[in-house]
């Protein structure tokens, strides 16, 4: 089944694909937005926590410097 267009059915992508993606946000810091007032931070690590994404704080992405089998 093709997915809908985007300006027709956003709405419904949470239904969609919840079941199928995992979303997360990894800060290298102790919480996001952290140029922003802290009450923000806060205020979005909540929103973000009611729509099922995950907050990593303290962690930073490693990117590998070969694949295996190589």
């Excluded at 079941?19 to 929103?47: C, F, G, M, P």
């Excluded at 704080?57 to 694949?67: G, Q």
Aim: hydrophobic letters at 30%.
């Amino acid at each position: 089944m093709p997915f809908p267009e985007p300006a027709q059915h956003s709405h419904q992508y949470p239904k969609l694909l919840g079941s199928k993606v995992e979303i997360s946000v990894i800060q290298s810091r102790d919480h996001i937005l952290n140029t922003y007032s802290e009450k923000i931070s806060q205020y979005a690590e909540k929103r973000f926590a009611r729509n099922d994404v995950k907050i990593i704080t303290n962690a930073r992405l490693v990117w590998p410097t070969h694949s295996r089998g190589d």
